[in-house]
Structures are given as structure tokens and as C-alpha cells.
């Protein structure tokens, strides 16, 4: 008897062991609104990004992408801004979303698809606070599928001021509200 019981207790802490290692590998999950740009945004300034309204997609390469807008920023375009001469205000967000594309093998016709994530990329606007990068603040967070984690990349907030001076005219966004 003894020994029918020290066998159930050996197997009960094998179990109890894979249990912990297995609870432990759930635990260490990456959270990813725990993760900040050295010196620049959080992701957790974003929370909840994943259902704001769509601003538009596009493509570039070989990767597609969807824009995204918290309701502050789509309330602007509604107003028409930038296309009226008037900024958007503080408080605006958006977040991009790439995938790396792939050709669907479902779709009757040929058609791109999103395959892996590859980042998320954000835009915050404080005009105060960011007035040195016209107003706005960037973050980027690529992604690696076989972690599944999200790396802080750049330096500060200003890490994509400098190709958006390009749209100046527009308050330094590339995205246009593609018509509903």
C-alpha cells in the first residue's frame, strides 16, 4: 500500500509540475501594452485600437496595411479636415496595421490577402506637446510570429517626423478618408 502511494504522489507532482510550467508559459505571454518606444509613445496609449474605425488601407511592396482611427480623428475628417486648411486636433489617434500579403488560395479571382503580421505603427497629436514635429508623436512595433511579440523599434517620438514633412499641407498625414 505504501508503495501503490508514493507512486500516486510521484505522479501527482509530475503533473502538478507540468502544470506549473505549462501555467508559467501562459503567464509569460508577452503584454503588449506593457511595451514603450525608448523615450517615446506606449503601446498602451492605444489601447483598444484593434476596433477602431477604419480610415483606409492600401498596399505597399509586399505588405498591406489598414489604417485605423479612434473617433477624435474621424470625427475630424467627417469635418473635412486636412482638406478645409485646418488641423486635426489634440487627442487624435491612428494606428497602421501591417500584414505581409499573400495570394489567397480560396477567392475565385486572384486576390491579396493579409498572411503573418509584421507591425503596428501609431500617430498621436499634441500639438503642445510635439510642437517640435508639427504636432504629432510616432511609435513603431514590429512583430515577430514566432514569439509571438511585439519590439519597440526607434528612438523617441519623433522616429517618423521627418518623411511626413512631406504632407505638411495635409498636418503631416499621408491618409486620405476614402469615400463611403
Not at 518606444?37 to 488601407?57: D, N
Not at 487624435?92 to 491579396?112: D, G, L, R, V, Y
Not at 490577402?113 to 508623436?137: C, R
Not at 504632407?167 to 478618408?177: E, G, H, L, P
Request: hydrophobic share 40%.
Amino acid at each position: 500500500m505504501l508503495r501503490i502511494s508514493t507512486k500516486l504522489m510521484g505522479i501527482a507532482a509530475i503533473g502538478a509540475a507540468s502544470f506549473a510550467v505549462l501555467s508559467g508559459i501562459a503567464l509569460a505571454a508577452q503584454d503588449k501594452y506593457t511595451l514603450q518606444v525608448p523615450g517615446g509613445l506606449a503601446f498602451s496609449e492605444f489601447r483598444g485600437f484593434e476596433s477602431w474605425q477604419t480610415i483606409s488601407v492600401s498596399q505597399s511592396g509586399n505588405m498591406i496595411e489598414v489604417i485605423l482611427g479612434n473617433p477624435a480623428i474621424i470625427e475630424a475628417y467627417a469635418a473635412g479636415i486636412p482638406g478645409n486648411g485646418r488641423k486635426f486636433p489634440d487627442g487624435a489617434k491612428m494606428a497602421k496595421i501591417h500584414w505581409n500579403a499573400k495570394q489567397s488560395a480560396e477567392a475565385p479571382a486572384p486576390t491579396t490577402v493579409p498572411n503573418t503580421l509584421h507591425d503596428v505603427d501609431f500617430m498621436l497629436k499634441d500639438g503642445t506637446k510635439y510642437a517640435d514635429s508639427g504636432g504629432w508623436a510616432y511609435a513603431e512595433f514590429d512583430y515577430t510570429p514566432a514569439t509571438d511579440t511585439f519590439k519597440p523599434l526607434g528612438t523617441g517620438t519623433k522616429c517618423g517626423a521627418a518623411c511626413h514633412t512631406i504632407v505638411k499641407s495635409k498636418d503631416y498625414v499621408f491618409t486620405a478618408y476614402g469615400k463611403r
